[in-house]
């Protein structure tokens, strides 16, 4: 695929399997989340016990200065963040005031802070849609390789990816929270986590093979001076920032707000077009992340290639919007991918609210499962248009590490 000077041949591919088969299994230290972890069971009490037990847990570790066994893995991975319950941290919300006073006792006044800063994009994300995404990633041709997961939270995209992928890779990790990233180095210690923003890490342009996340979302900018001009929302901010440190022919492949391909400013969708082949892009229902975050809101999964030098892309068309009439007769604007294949919308689009606005588009469920709906979209995007690398089969070198950490 592609013309560039990028192009992967057969013989090293093949060199790369022999060379695969002797290699040692990486990140065998990091936990493995299961259904038996019961992701995003309970109310808002419950979760905020859970949080609380997990960072009375993460306490010992400190003081003790061990790793965590299995069985202190299985409560830390039920940390949730305070996404689902910002009330906690509502002076005048009395119901929480006994949780509000415990949580300030529990942590120093800089943790509290964070804690309360990150109420807004500490949205924990399904397993179910994570398993998607991989499975979508494998479709492409993707087994391992060089993983950037620049918004991590505890790690989710770390413990669900699946056994033979993870054993191929390195994971480098980003999370802004303290204490979210001293969890998620708790939990998967063999993964490279950054406790920073993502704005602010240095990380090596041009050397990852897949980026993936849920990154934040939301009406504000980040400060980043190769990105100042552009005033990027936060979630397009990620997709510009992520693609520079993704290598040619990598893939980005991040759940985001649908504002990036829905707006009228189509900036970043220029942007991207110009740098990348759209693989293809999904739109969840809005209560995909209700149960393990406690919000309803539409997002969308897309899903990107980087060109090579040279190559130009062949995907579909999605840098502009379009008309849309729903089945009820209500009239959208909406991207223009999904105009011409609603079936990637999982759902019914209804003209209701979203999480920052009221009365507009929202994708609701259609009766389906999630698990079904996404396994459906799934089969429908494109097969082996990834192309792997000599490096992503063999351990790194000193020399490749220096690169991955290099100052930019």
Known sequence: MGNGAGEIHPAPIRRIARRHQDEPPRNLNNYRITEADRLG?????????????????????????????AEEKAVLVKYVGWG???????????????????????????????????????????????????????RFGFSGGRVLEPACGIGHFIGIMPEDMLRRSTVTAIEIDPLTARIAKALYPDADIRAQPFEQTKLADGFYDLAVSNVPFGDYTVHD???????????????????????????????????????LDSTLRELLSQRTELL????????????????????????????????????PAWKETASHTNDIGEA?????????????????????????????????????????????????????????????????????????????
């Open 41 to 69: 069971d309970g109310g808002p009490k419950q979760k905020f016990q859970q949080n609380l037990k997990a960072i009375e847990t993460l306490r010992a570790l400190d003081a003790e200065e061990r790793p965590a066994t």
């Open 84 to 138: 689902a319950m910002p009330q906690v941290f509502d002076d005048y919300n009395r119901e929480w005031a006994k949780e509000r006073a415990t949580l300030q006792a529990n942590l120093s006044e800089d943790e509290f802070e964070h804690a309360r800063s990150t109420t807004l994009n500490a949205h924990y994300t399904s397993p179910t849609v994570i398993s998607a995404m991989y499975r979508a990633a494998e």
């Open 225 to 263: 001076p190769r990105w100042n001009s552009f005033r990027l929302p936060i979630h397009d901010y990620f997709f510009a920032a992520a693609l520079e440190k993704a290598r040619p022919g990598g893939l980005v492949m991040f759940i985001t707000s649908r504002g990036t391909m829905d707006k």
């Open 280 to 315: 293809g892009a999904i739109r969840l229902p809005n209560d995909a992340f209700k149960r393990n975050a406690g919000t309803e809101v539409t997002t969308d999964i897309v899903m990107l290639r980087k060109l090579r030098p040279g190559e130009a892309p062949t995907g």
């Open 332 to 408: 959208f604007t909406i991207n223009e991918y999904f105009v011409a294949r609603p079936e990637m919308m999982l759902g019914q689009l209804r003209l209701t609210g979203r999480m920052y606005r009221d009365n507009e588009p929202t994708l609701e469920p259609d009766g389906r499962s999630l698990a079904d709906a996404l396994a459906q979209a799934v089969e429908r995007l494109p097969r082996d248009v990834y192309q792997a690398h000599a490096h992503q089969i063999a351990e790194p070198t000193i020399e490749e590490t220096k690169i991955g950490r290099a100052h930019v």
